[in-house]
């Protein structure tokens, strides 16, 4: 193995360590800080989209407001298609809540100053505190003379928890407790729930406080079509706010692409804007947000060595890929070679073959002659004949006898003759000589 795959494979598990660690914060972050609770549990399993909307306290509005804010909210949802059936329940749910500061003090004459939040429609389901004792406060209660206390609240008026059905006074205006609830304990939640306690009222009751109390926080949680369906909703109900980048999409707020994508608002966050007074949740959200943001921005430009190993791993896949294939075609080819070669030599002959064919075949015919030589007589060589037989001594001194030279001429037709003479030849013998 090459030292550059080495060193890719170190750095590849080193910044997919370091990712593992990013993506467990963040979500340890998301489930700290994120407001997305309505979305979460009012869905049952369907998608949906928890989107608040803030104002100014110069800009905050009533109840009033909020109940037309409702209206445009489900005229808009019926413009895209969904439906409201008679029997089917609500398929959506809002709420909206405002703060201000007031003065509190029990029969006891136990006082404190805290933080009254009115509240109106699904206020608890969109932020379900832990009960400890009693009731929330519903949407559809009749009075407005009931409150809800956090621990501290009641241990301060009242020295203890178990306060339900017991009255105190926010400025001059008579409340009854119905509800404690616990307050944050978390270091961190410490830190945007402040020290000082809080109670809860229906929104209602506010005016009856302070002439100045206004609403500055509106929330629906609304079915999900598609992703952004809650923001493009948000942006028909009240486009001046969403423009003025006062509208957050809870439930995306935490998404990874989400962070790295608004990473360059960073800064922003820090900014206080002025006329606005966020609640103790929204500020929870905004720091884990933050912490957020600086985690995944350079956790996802790490991920760009794993994407670039993983380019590397894919061209030499594909490197490795062509090499088996190339051998894998060499033999293949090899095989087809051979077989057409089997094929072409059982018709034709090369000229190396010819010409040995050739040779064995004169080399046949050579031995056929051989043999067929053995077969007939071989004649007498010259030295080896035999001398001619002596001639008698009687017969030699006898002259040759020669016979003469005989010029036959047509004989004529004889005449009739004699049957009992002879006939005549015409031949004439030599006399032998002596």
Partial sequence: MKKFHKLLIVLNVLVLAATGLVILRISDLRHDCAMENAALYWGEGEEYAQVSFYYSVLGGFTPTDAYSKRVLVEKELKSQGVTFEEGEGCKW???AYGEITAHCLSESNRKTDAVVTGVWGDFFT???????????IYPDTANYDVAVLDDLSSWRLFGSCDTVGLNFMIG??????VGVIEAPTDKTELKAYGSDPHIYIPADAMPLISDSAKLTVYEMCIPEKVRNFGTTIASKVDKDAFDAGNVVDQTRRFDLIELVATHKNIPETAIVRAGFSYP???NLARMGELQARILAFPAALALLITAFSLVVLMFESAKGAGLLARKAYGRFDNERQKKLSKIYYKTHKTPEEREKEQLEQEAAEREARRLQ???KPIPPRADNIPA?????PGEADKAPVIPEETHDEPAEQPEAADESAPADTGNETAPSGE
């Fill in 93 to 95: 749910i809002d709420c």
């Fill in 126 to 136: 969109f932020h379900p505190e832990t009960l400890i004792t009693g009731s929330y």
């Fill in 172 to 177: 001059d205006k008579l409340f009854r407790v």
């Fill in 280 to 282: 103790w949740f929204e």
């Fill in 373 to 375: 030589a053995k077969k």
């Fill in 388 to 392: 001619p037989p002596s001639p008698d």
